[in-house]
Every structure is written in structure tokens, then in C-alpha cells.
């Protein structure tokens, strides 16, 4: 059976000698593998397409157990984003965290969305990477199911100064009310105002706010960590990133 959808390609694995195993994120398929026979060959039709970060329009052959690339046509292929080590480095996290989290069948069009959203900022650049990562790890974790509970004022007693996002309870506390369960970051220059904006605002805003150097601090620990939290796991990908930055700093 053929099926045409748009997919975003999230991993991409060597076969033989021309051959690719794709990890798609599909706008009606959900996560779906597909074989892209001859992508490796010199002057193959398929070669950009099926490359990572690459979104393209994509008819498929649907078989038994997996689909087949039959013919593909650029949508995307964020370009710019390739020039820069630091924007790959953020970008192939970005591709991680969907592999992930679209491993529900459900929301998969809507984390799509992100993901693009997302590849777009980080490749024309409409907005700075430390400010684009949380944006992402927080509304991400939101379409995934974990949509912190509360972050404007503390879930015990409603005070709106100096709180602390407890990334287990999901939820803000103050001094008095913060479980003794650690992890927890502080809430800075903003970060809480910002948290909400990101998880209430339209999916296309998302990367409209500006914080000061405090506020952004304060959100990168708290979304980066609250995302290592609920999926319980670390991300290669991430530590890559973190390697690169620190690396520049010097
Ligand atoms: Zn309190």
C-alpha cells in the first residue's frame, strides 16, 4: 500500500553497502522505520532527503512490518544549523528527545510541530540557544504528559516570592514548604513568568520572550533538569552539547 506523509528524519543508520534505516517522526504515522533503498549511492535521488534534520514530503510503501522510501521531495532541510558545531550538537538533542517521547502513539503530530519549530530557531537563529533548549525540554515534556502542576507560586501556600521548582513534586515551594527530596532549582529573574509563558502560549510563540542572563540560568537548570527527572534517563547527545559549551568557554 502507498501512503504520503511529511517526515521529519530524527536517526539515520548505515545498511549494506547504499542502503539507510530511517527513524521518522511522521505527520500521520506516528515514529515509523523506514528502509531508503540506495540513499548511500552517488547521486542518489534520496540522498539529501534522507539525511538527519531533513523534513521532507515522503510517499511510502507500506509493508507487513516496516515502509519503504519510494520517492521523497525537500520541505526543510535546515541548512544553516549545519554550518555550526553548536547548533548540530543542540539540534541532534532535539531529535533525541522526540525519539523518546514519541514512542507514545498519542501527540505525535503536536511534538512534530515542536521539533520543527524548534530546528527552525536553532537554524535562522531567531532566537538565543540558551534560551531556545528550555523553551523546548519544557513544552516538550508538557506534550509528552508531564505538564508541571504549578510553577507561580508555592502549591503548599500560594507565596509568590522566592520559590524553588521541585522537579519530582512537579510543582513550585517555598523556603518553608520545599520537600526534602533535593534536586530542587531555585526560581530567578523571572524563570516561573517564563515557565508559564512557555507552557501556555500559542505553539508558534513559543521562542517569544526574552529573559536576562539570572532568569535564563535559572530556567535552563530547571527545565534540563526536570526533563532528566521524569524520563528518568540521560541523552548522550546532551552530554555532546554540554562538552562543546564548555569547551568554548576557555
Ligand atoms: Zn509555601
Not at 553497502?17 to 506516528?30: I, M, W, Y
Request: net charge negative; with cysteine; proline share 3%.
Amino acid at each position: 500500500m502507498l501512503v504520503k506523509t511529511a517526515g521529519l528524519v530524527l536517526r539515520e543508520t548505515r545498511i549494506g553497502e547504499a542502503d539507510k534505516l530511517l527513524c521518522v517522526l511522521s505527520a500521520t504515522e506516528g515514529k515509523i522505520t523506514v528502509k531508503a533503498r540506495g540513499a548511500l549511492r552517488k547521486g542518489s535521488r534520496t540522498g539529501a532527503v534522507t539525511g538527519l534534520f531533513a523534513f521532507s514530503e515522503m510517499t511510502l510503501f507500506k509493508g507487513a512490518s516496516r515502509y519503504t522510501l519510494n520517492e521523497a521531495s525537500p520541505v526543510e532541510l535546515f541548512f544553516p544549523l549545519r554550518e555550526r558545531v553548536e547548533s548540530m550538537a543542540l539540534a541532534a538533542y532535539v531529535c533525541e528527545v522526540l525519539d523518546v517521547l514519541s514512542d507514545a502513539d498519542s501527540g505525535t503530530a503536536e511534538l512534530l510541530r515542536l521539533g520543527l519549530n524548534t530546528l527552525y530557531a536553532i537554524s535562522e537563529q531567531t532566537a538565543p540557544e540558551g534560551l531556545i533548549k528550555p523553551a523546548f525540554e519544557l513544552r516538550a515534556m508538557a506534550l509528552a504528559g508531564y505538564a508541571p502542576a504549578g510553577c507561580g507560586c508555592c502549591a503548599a501556600c500560594g507565596a509568590e516570592e522566592e520559590l524553588w521548582f521541585s522537579p519530582s513534586e512537579g510543582e513550585a515551594f517555598c523556603r518553608t514548604h520545599l520537600p526534602p527530596t533535593g534536586g530542587s532549582h531555585r526560581l530567578r529573574g523571572g524563570a516561573a513568568e517564563a515557565m508559564e509563558y512557555i507552557l501556555s502560549c500559542d505553539a508558534k510563540r513559543i521562542f517569544s520572550f526574552r529573559l536576562g542572563e539570572e532568569g535564563l540560568q535559572s530556567l535552563q537548570g530547571v527545565c534540563e533538569n526536570y526533563l532528566i527527572q521524569c524520563l528518568g534517563r540521560g541523552f548522550k547527545t546532551l552530554e555532546y552539547y554540554h562538552k562543546l559549551q564548555s569547551a568554548t568557554e576557555f
